[in-house]
């Protein structure tokens, strides 16, 4: 891929994408009667600005479906999904230094990607660890006021510009 705006895409992923790693039941059995089994990587940007959309396909290929609203009140949703194993495996690659809230999907998703040969077990172990790490609810703590976590992510901004400005409309 030539060069992009990694930093962007990781942003629309990090707040409007998804990744995961699906597990696909097949309608063809094995000889001792179970049904076949198989894994992928899913990932998609999900959201209502078709430009933005557009712009991913023509930035980093893929396609988008359109889904249109349920209710009058609710916008048309699109998503934006980029295909094939090398691109998926490029397009993490690309995000991964920026990525905040999806750096640890994105890893996993990528260690499925890099696999080699047909490993179920392994392929079955990283589709449960991404299920935990894309479990609902899950989300990110900052160093917000009262936070508690030992876990934080702070701002690169340094100084204190807003009393500077809260100063000029003191009256």
Sequence with gaps: ??????????????????????????????????????????????????S????????????????????????TAYRWVPKGKKNKEELLLGMLPYLIVKRDIANVCLEFLRLEGICPETRKLLCDKARLLTKRGKSVETNTVGSESSEKIESELIGNYESERTEMYVS
């Design 52 to 75: 933005v959309i557009k712009w991913l396909v023509a930035n980093f290929g893929g396609v988008y479906y359109t889904k249109e609203a349920p209710r009058s009140n609710w916008n």
């Design 1 to 50: 891929m030539k060069s992009k705006n990694w930093s962007y895409l990781a942003g629309l992923f990090d707040g409007e994408g998804c990744a995961h790693i699906a597990e696909v039941k097949f309608n063809d059995f094995k000889e001792d009667g179970s049904q076949k089994i198989g894994f992928r990587v899913d990932i998609h940007i999900t959201m209502t600005n078709l």
